[in-house]
């Protein structure tokens, strides 16, 4: 047994020695410029270690980061050799979580959401790391930085919203693993994907990302005028404060600190249409609700939140929806129509219908669709009732078979103007010409019917 342990430990520091061996040889590659060697190198550690990077030491996750991120740049695949090479940024900022897990290895945790995913159980020792590979991998990148950026911004303006988003997170990862984190260049990467025909899903990644990540994407502006040249430039924070400390022996003068405004609720909107325009209604309406608790008053996200529960079948919500916006907004016809027509399909609604859609109607008199609502509400089931009268005579009871008779056509009256309306906006309408000659006919109008009739036969 002793044997055993002693040839595992051993076996343990071999390919642990091997690793290194292969992650020492993939950084001296690619900083030659041998990229094939490099990934054949990096694939043979990753053989070893396989998708357990914990395993590693941060110097040397590191020099991994390093040498694969560099290969898969050099190779074409930018967005995810510029993504690697942004995790050494995060092993300097993060802390390190260290222990040994039940088989004895070392483990090294990077932040506290990887430790408590993977190191739960284990005793660990919280530490810092500082990358020692920063500066010689800013001067390596540089260039590419460059380059992916003003891309980025071209094929933006030339509206080739494909190639802007992936030179966007290009240009945000590899502007990580210099050392900044802007997240705003990961927004432009969303909003340039959101407009692609299909590429929407990586926008809404990252969107969703900037959510949980509580993205603003407000930014501080630090500017003065040089006195020299009268234009007004953008410092930096640190030379801004040189300059205003020196008052009249800087060559600047008029000191500004301005932000930029928030980009949040616009980024929830846009999440919103996205997921709805997806289909993802259950998805739309939960980005609109967290949305709507930190902008309560924001139209967009309360109209996708609604439409996103009538689409999935979620009624009551749709419903509660509709009343909450007509609660800020009581001049909004398009809900009182749409909260008419959900009450219609209500037996026990039907006289809050009738309110709902004559509130739309005195916001607008014109509004086609709840006149046609209005026609349709009081015809009623028609087919039913002829049927109800012809049973009623049927079996003799006359009376009762007039009287329903007579409430038919005090119905039919209360259509009449609404129909009227709307025909008078829409003269070409073959179905409502009927409808008025039906009407007509039905409340003893003679003349109207005639008139309609010809209608109709002109018509067809």
Known sequence: MKRLILSLAVLSVALMNAQKKEIANAVKAVDSGDHTTASSEIAKAEGIFGDKTYLLEPSLLEQYYYAKGLSLLK?????????????????????????????????????????????????????????????????????????ASAMATTNYNNKKYDVAGEKFAETYYLFKAAGQDNKNYLYYAGVAYAQTQDQKAKGIAILDELIKANYTGIETNYTAKNKKTGTVENLDKNAYDLYQKMKDGSDYSDFKIEKTPSKQEELYEILASLLFDQQKFEEAAAISDDGLKKFPNNK????????????????????????????????DKVNWYNLGVLQLKDPSMQKDAEESLK????????????????????????????????????????DAANKLMEERRSRFSKAIPYAEKYYSNNPNDKDMVSILKGLYMTTQNTAKYNEFKAKEAAMK
């Open 75 to 147: 190779s074409g695949k930018s967005v995810e050799g510029a993504e690697i090479l942004a995790k050494i940024a995060t092993l300097g900022a993060e802390p390190i979580f260290t222990g040994k897990d039940a088989e004895k290895n070392r483990v090294y945790f990077v932040g506290k959401e990887a430790s408590e995913k993977f190191g739960n159980g284990i005793s660990l020792k919280q530490e810092k790391f500082t990358p020692s590979l920063a500066e010689k991998l800013r001067n390596t990148i540089n260039p590419q930085l460059q380059a």
């Open 300 to 331: 967009t996200l309360s109209q996708i939140q609604g439409n996103a529960y009538y689409k999935s079948g979620k009624t009551e919500q749709f419903v509660s929806n509709l009343k909450a916006q007509l609660a800020k907004n009581p001049t």
């Open 359 to 398: 509130k739309a109607l005195e916001i607008d008199p014109n509004f086609s669709n709840a006149l046609q609502n209005m026609v349709y509400f009081y015809m009623g089931d028609d087919t039913k009732t002829v049927d109800e009268y012809n049973k009623l005579r049927k079996s003799g009871k006359i």
